[in-house]
């Protein structure tokens, strides 16, 4: 299975997110949806970068130096 790390934007807030996931574009429309605690106040959020890994554990290490 394959895991990235992404990075969401509000305009609203001005603000970034940074997470992980094996399906981005899902985990999005969870973020927009107000799924997320975290997130839920700043809708709406949009994609704006995707770094691929092949395995869960580096995509944790790349956020965490993200």
């Known amino acids: 299975m394959e895991y990235y790390v992404y990075i969401i934007y509000s305009s609203s807030r001005d603000k970034y997110y940074i997470g992980y996931s094996s399906d981005p574009e899902g985990r999005l429309l969870k973020h927009n949806l107000g799924a997320t605690i975290s997130t839920k106040t700043s809708k709406p959020w949009v994609l704006v970068y995707k770094e691929k890994f092949?395995?869960?554990?580096?995509?944790?290490?790349?956020?965490?130096?993200?």
């Open 54 to 66: 092949t395995d869960k554990a580096s995509a944790i290490k790349r956020e965490n130096q993200i």
